[in-house]
């Protein structure tokens, strides 16, 4: 072996053998001159026989000239264990992922992030920048990425998610932030990051209103200054309605004013129905339908929360007991008129002189055979006539009943202190009883409404049922068991049993009087259930059920969808279109000019 040994150069005759320097070598003998290593490897040391390369984690760096070195990687970046010890070295490491980090210097590969989250960025060096993904929400420090709720009720956005955040018309439950409830009415949740509520709204889902607020047609309102005024107004409003149902029960129920009347109340309380259609309705719309819905006396107008704290069962009792409630003010008034006129009786008594009797509808119908009119011409008359009190009492003076001679306290000339016949009696009671049921007519919409609305349920996200009319109470729950009961025997009762005693009137009342010879048969119905019929032409006398069922389809509309509103919505007007058609090809009212 001649030469310079390896690691050095040189001739060892004129030149002494000279070790390598940094970056070169040489692995022979006799080498005059050191070679250099590859860019990507190094000598670790001056007389190095070979080139190395750097290990994993490693990167080759030059200091000066061919002085390199290997560092280790900083954290965020690796570079894996050559599987080859001449493999070449790195020049600089790799970052890591955007989904994984290195927190070490040195690292020979990068962690991933837990599932469903990333950091976002390549060079990670800590666990602690991992965030969710996109439709992913939570806190890595306390538990997984869950996946953000679906059906585009909230967002879960990158690096602004450890909660969902709820769109507008949603609310996040602070307990459970995976839960996201929708609330009704939308307004009552603007949604956000904060996931609060509108101002007058609270509760779960923002379903109650706010000290200071009362529910009107599923939004809060702000209470009145005066608290009680709206109850004192509903209150006056309930008997003044009462005392013109009594009037108009005297009245004939045939001629066109009351007809027009009757025709706009059933325009004003079937568009107050649409307020239950879980539609998107523009501002002036709603406002429009909250002022119609006093034509059904909706007690939410008069804001009895304004005053008196009141839960939904009470409130819902409430309106259905003004049925009740009427038909006990009618009663009484009756009773007290008799038992004033018995009590005038017992006074010193002094005759007076009988009124004359007009002619009766039997008198009308004897000359109707002598000119050839038959009961149907007579009939179509009747709406310039009455057929309330009046009628009764004239056909008992036709029929030969002799004139009875009243009684009255002696110098009274006022009709308070008028002794009452047995005749007077009976009509008033049978004036009672037409003013009753035409007040259930009117107030049929609201009944329906009130006594169907508890089986109106959305189902929530979190697989719970909320009522749709008072969506803080769930469906199912203690509470709805408790009205349960009341709410199915008010469905039997005053929706489907209604809706049969005016069908079995007209079959079985109407019908047979109308046919009937006896003229006094037919005088009592009118004075009882006249407005059934006296506002429609004869082959139409049945068209008062048409109308209520078109409102009870209206309602029924909002039980079987929903959570569908725009085929709920399509339902609403197929009923309205549908009952266009057949009213103007029926035409079933007598005034036609």
């Given at each position: 072996?001649?030469?310079?040994?390896?690691?050095?150069?040189?001739?060892?005759i004129?030149?002494?053998?000279?070790?390598?320097?940094?970056?070169?070598?040489?692995?022979?003998?006799?080498?005059?001159?050191?070679?250099?290593?590859?860019?990507?490897?190094?000598?670790?040391?001056?007389?190095?026989?070979?080139?190395?390369?750097c290990?994993?984690?490693?990167?080759?760096?030059?200091?000066?000239?061919?002085?390199?070195?290997?560092?280790?990687?900083?954290?965020?970046?690796?570079?894996?264990?050559?599987?080859?010890?001449?493999?070449?070295?790195?020049?600089?490491?790799?970052?890591?992922?955007?989904?994984?980090?290195?927190?070490e210097?040195?690292?020979?590969?990068?962690?991933?992030?837990?599932?469903?989250?990333?950091?976002?960025?390549?060079?990670?060096?800590?666990?602690?920048?991992?965030?969710?993904?996109?439709?992913?929400?939570?806190?890595?420090?306390?538990?997984?990425?869950?996946?953000?709720?679906?059906?585009?009720?909230?967002?879960?956005e990158?690096?602004n998610?450890?909660?969902?955040?709820?769109?507008?018309?949603?609310?996040?439950?602070?307990?459970?932030?995976?839960?996201?409830?929708?609330?009704?009415?939308?307004?009552?949740?603007?949604?956000?990051?904060?996931?609060?509520?509108?101002?007058?709204?609270?509760?779960?889902?923002?379903?109650?209103?706010?000290?200071?607020?009362?529910?009107?047609?599923?939004?809060?309102?702000?209470?009145?200054?005066?608290?009680?005024?709206?109850?004192?107004?509903?209150?006056?409003?309930?008997?003044?309605?009462?005392?013109?149902?009594?009037?108009?029960?005297?009245?004939?129920?045939?001629?066109?004013?009351?007809?027009?009347?009757?025709?706009?109340?059933?325009?004003?309380?079937?568009?107050?129905?649409?307020?239950?259609?879980?539609?998107?309705?523009?501002?002036?719309?709603?406002?429009?339908?909250?002022?119609?819905?006093?034509?059904?006396?909706?007690?939410?107008?008069?804001?009895?929360?304004?005053?008196?704290?009141?839960s939904?069962?009470?409130?819902?009792?409430?309106?259905?007991?003004?049925?009740?409630?009427?038909?006990?003010?009618?009663?009484c008034?009756?009773?007290?008129?008799?038992?004033?006129?018995?009590?005038?009786?017992?006074?010193?008594?002094?005759?007076?002189?009988?009124?004359?009797?007009?002619?009766?509808?039997?008198?009308?119908?004897?000359?109707?055979?002598?000119?050839?009119?038959?009961?149907?011409?007579?009939?179509?008359?009747?709406?310039?006539?009455?057929?309330?009190?009046?009628?009764?009492?004239?056909?008992?003076?036709a029929?030969?009943?002799?004139?009875?001679?009243?009684?009255?306290?002696?110098?009274?000339?006022?009709?308070?202190?008028?002794?009452?016949?047995?005749?007077?009696?009976?009509?008033?009671?049978?004036?009672?009883?037409?003013?009753?049921?035409?007040?259930?007519?009117?107030?049929?919409?609201?009944?329906?409404?009130?006594?169907?609305?508890?089986?109106?349920?959305?189902?929530?996200?979190?697989?719970?049922?909320?009522?749709?009319?008072?969506?803080?109470?769930?469906?199912?729950?203690?509470?709805?068991?408790?009205?349960?009961?009341?709410?199915?025997?008010?469905?039997?009762?005053?929706?489907?049993?209604?809706?049969?005693?005016?069908a079995?009137?007209?079959?079985?009342?109407?019908?047979?009087?109308?046919?009937?010879?006896?003229?006094?048969?037919?005088?009592?119905?009118l004075?009882?259930?006249?407005?059934?019929?006296?506002?429609?032409?004869?082959?139409?006398?049945?068209?008062?059920?048409?109308?209520?069922?078109?409102?009870?389809?209206?309602?029924?509309?909002t039980?079987?969808?929903?959570?569908?509103?725009?085929?709920?919505?399509?339902?609403?007007?197929?009923?309205?279109?549908?009952?266009?058609?057949?009213?103007?090809?029926?035409?079933?009212?007598?005034?036609?000019?």
């Amino acid at each position: 072996k001649v030469g310079c040994p390896p690691g050095t150069a040189g001739t060892q005759i004129s030149v002494p053998c000279i070790p390598c320097g940094l970056g070169v070598y040489t692995d022979t003998y006799g080498e005059a001159t050191c070679k250099l290593c590859p860019d990507t490897q190094y000598t670790p040391s001056v007389g190095s026989t070979t080139c190395a390369s750097c290990s994993g984690g490693q990167y080759l760096a030059v200091d000066d000239g061919l002085a390199r070195q290997c560092k280790p990687c900083p954290p965020g970046h690796y570079w894996p264990n050559a599987t080859d010890e001449f493999a070449p070295s790195a020049v600089e490491c790799t970052a890591c992922a955007i989904d994984a980090y290195a927190t070490e210097e040195g690292s020979t590969g990068c962690s991933k992030c837990p599932a469903n989250s990333k950091i976002g960025t390549s060079g990670g060096d800590s666990a602690d920048k991992c965030k969710c993904n996109d439709g992913f929400w939570g806190n890595l420090a306390d538990g997984p990425c869950n996946e953000c709720p679906q059906g585009g009720i909230a967002t879960c956005e990158f690096l602004n998610n450890e909660v969902p955040v709820p769109n507008a018309g949603y609310w996040r439950d602070p307990e459970n932030a995976g839960l996201v409830l929708e609330c009704t009415p939308k307004s009552a949740c603007p949604g956000g990051a904060a996931s609060a509520c509108a101002t007058g709204y609270t509760g779960r889902a923002c379903s109650r209103c706010t000290e200071g607020y009362y529910p009107l047609e599923d939004e809060c309102e702000k209470c009145p200054d005066n608290t009680m005024a709206p109850m004192i107004i509903g209150g006056v409003a309930l008997l003044i309605v009462i005392i013109l149902f009594y009037k108009v029960a005297g009245k004939s129920t045939g001629k066109s004013s009351f007809t027009s009347i009757s025709i706009a109340v059933n325009y004003f309380q079937t568009v107050a129905l649409f307020s239950a259609y879980e539609l998107n309705w523009p501002g002036a719309i709603v406002t429009i339908i909250k002022w119609f819905s006093i034509f059904n006396l909706s007690l939410d107008a008069a804001s009895p929360e304004c005053a008196v704290s009141v839960s939904y069962k009470t409130k819902w009792l409430i309106s259905m007991s003004v049925p009740l409630v009427v038909g006990f003010v009618y009663g009484c008034y009756v009773l007290v008129r008799c038992m004033w006129s018995s009590l005038l009786s017992c006074c010193k008594e002094a005759p007076v002189e009988a009124a004359g009797a007009a002619s009766s509808r039997a008198s009308r119908y004897s000359s109707g055979l002598d000119t050839g009119k038959g009961k149907v011409e007579m009939d179509e008359e009747q709406e310039e006539g009455s057929d309330g009190v009046e009628l009764l009492q004239r056909s008992g003076s036709a029929a030969g009943e002799a004139p009875r001679e009243s009684k009255a306290v002696v110098a009274a000339s006022c009709a308070a202190c008028k002794v009452l016949s047995r005749s007077e009696i009976w009509s008033m009671a049978n004036q009672m009883l037409h003013a009753y049921l035409m007040f259930l007519s009117f107030y049929y919409a609201t009944m329906a409404s009130k006594a169907l609305e508890l089986f109106a349920c959305k189902k929530q996200t979190d697989g719970t049922y909320t009522l749709i009319a008072y969506p803080s109470m769930q469906c199912y729950s203690s509470a709805w068991w408790e009205v349960f009961p009341y709410a199915l025997v008010a469905g039997f009762v005053f929706v489907a049993g209604l809706y049969a005693l005016f069908a079995v009137i007209l079959v079985k009342v109407f019908r047979p009087a109308f046919l009937s010879e006896e003229e006094t048969l037919y005088e009592r119905y009118l004075a009882r259930f006249g407005f059934l019929t006296s506002r429609y032409a004869l082959v139409w006398y049945g068209w008062e059920l048409v109308v209520i069922g078109r409102k009870v389809a209206l309602i029924a509309a909002t039980l079987f969808f929903p959570q569908l509103p725009t085929l709920q919505g399509l339902t609403g007007m197929f009923i309205v279109f549908a009952s266009v058609l057949t009213h103007v090809y029926a035409r079933p009212f007598r005034n036609r000019r």
